[in-house]
T-cell receptor, first 115, second 115 residues
Framework: AQSVTQLDSHVSVSEGTPVLLRCNYS??????LFWYVQHPNKGLQLLLK????ATLVKGINGFEAEFKKSETSFHLTKPSAHMSDAAEYFC?????????????WGLGTSLAVNP | NAGVTQTPKFQVLKTGQSMTLQCAQD?????MYWYRQDPGMGLRLIYY???????DKGEVPNGYNVSRLNKREFSLRLESAAPSQTSVYFC??????????????FGSGTRLTVV
């Protein structure tokens, strides 16, 4: 079965410290992987995506993620957290089966950034 | 610069009432989607349309209908609203965004309360 697991439902960091949001997936296919961010009462914005090119992907706002096939992981990192990074983050797998794209969403990780 | 536009942004319905959520995209995308977002459950796919003239059920289609009116517009209808349909609804489309990257573009959401 295909699945996405975000290993932490809530992460709290201090401003200026590194951020690590963990995501593991299970898929029989070669997936595309995405991270989306949702700020309070806002819509969803694409942070970055992996689509079988470079395994280290850089996104907006200083975030990056590394695709590790052997570990079936796609963890999101940022060297130094900013207060504006406080939001909900979703890891998403796109199985892209034929013409019917099938997204599988993680349940989200809430990131709190403390001053 | 609209991207994906959803209306209304907020709505309160009484149990048994009907309503239609409107969604339009101006990016010439073929595929469009309706999701609902509930606390602790991530995003769940209600219906999707891979191309104009086609619609398919997603994970949670019961109680909903959709219409792909043309390539731009994909509406979601609640025929007889129930309190269990209280949620935040997101419309999305798949294709090249304004930077030329392929991915999902989301609307800003509709917050629906059924009392």
């Amino acid at each position: 079965a295909q699945s996405v697991t975000q290993l932490d439902s809530h992460v709290s960091v201090s401003e200026g410290t590194p951020v690590l949001l963990r995501c593991n997936y299970s898929s029989s296919y070669s997936p595309s992987l995405f991270w989306y961010v949702q700020h309070p009462n806002k819509g969803l914005q694409l942070l970055l995506k992996y689509t079988s090119a470079a395994t280290l992907v850089k996104g907006i706002n200083g975030f990056e993620a590394e695709f590790k096939k052997s570990e079936t992981s796609f963890h999101l990192t940022k060297p130094s957290a900013h207060m504006s990074d406080a939001a909900e983050y979703f890891c998403v797998v796109n199985l892209n089966a034929g013409n019917n794209r099938k997204l599988i969403w993680g349940l989200g990780t809430s990131l709190a950034v403390n001053p | 610069n609209a991207g994906v536009t959803q209306t209304p942004k907020f709505q309160v319905l009484k149990t048994g009432q009907s309503m239609t959520l409107q969604c339009a995209q101006d990016m010439n995308h073929n595929s469009m989607y309706w999701y609902r977002q509930d606390p602790g459950m991530g995003l769940r796919l209600i219906y999707y349309s891979a191309s104009e003239g086609t619609t398919d059920k997603g994970e949670v289609p019961n109680g909903y209908n959709v219409s792909r009116l043309n390539k731009r517009e994909f509406s979601l209808r609640l025929e007889s609203a129930a309190p269990s349909q209280t949620s935040v609804y997101f419309c999305a489309s798949w294709g090249a965004d304004r930077r030329g990257d392929y991915g999902y573009t989301f609307g800003s959401g509709t917050r629906l309360t059924v009392v």
